[in-house]
């Protein structure tokens, strides 16, 4: 998911278990079209992909708007929805860009009073 990425002095992370791992690389990733982040760190040791809310708000222009099933992230000048996130199983996942298109077509869509 890396568009670019740099070798960077070792960091040690420390995790939730009480052990530590080492990130020696960071860059940027394109989550969907409009959402990029940056200084994002490489830990090979990882199996999926995780993103901090507080780092994501704290060095970009992007809003978080939580609910109880999703969350909506948005340009803080605009508020133009650059990304959805669905909570599944207490973790929010950022759906794919196609998906997102999906969605967004689906809530234009009218049926009439036909059992479908």
């Known amino acids: 998911m890396f568009i670019n ?11 939730p278990n009480g052990t530590h791992v080492h990130a020696n690389y960071a860059g ?14 490489y830990v090979p040791n990882f199996t999926l992909n995780i993103v901090s809310v507080q780092k994501l ?12 099933a999703q969350c909506q992230i948005l340009d803080i000048h605009t508020s133009k929805k650059i990304g959805i996130a669905n909570l599944v199983d207490g ?21 009439s009073d036909i059992d479908i």
Request: glycine share 2%; aromatic share 8%; proline share 2%.
């Open 5 to 15: 990425f740099r070798k960077i002095k070792p960091l040690k992370i420390g995790l």
């Open 28 to 41: 940027t990733v394109q989550l969907t079209k409009q959402l990029i982040i940056y200084d994002v760190l």
């Open 57 to 68: 708000i704290n060095h970009s222009d992007l809003q978080c708007l939580f609910s109880h």
């Open 91 to 111: 973790l929010y996942h950022i759906m794919e860009e196609r998906n997102q298109c999906l969605v967004n077509n689906l809530s234009n869509f009218k049926t």
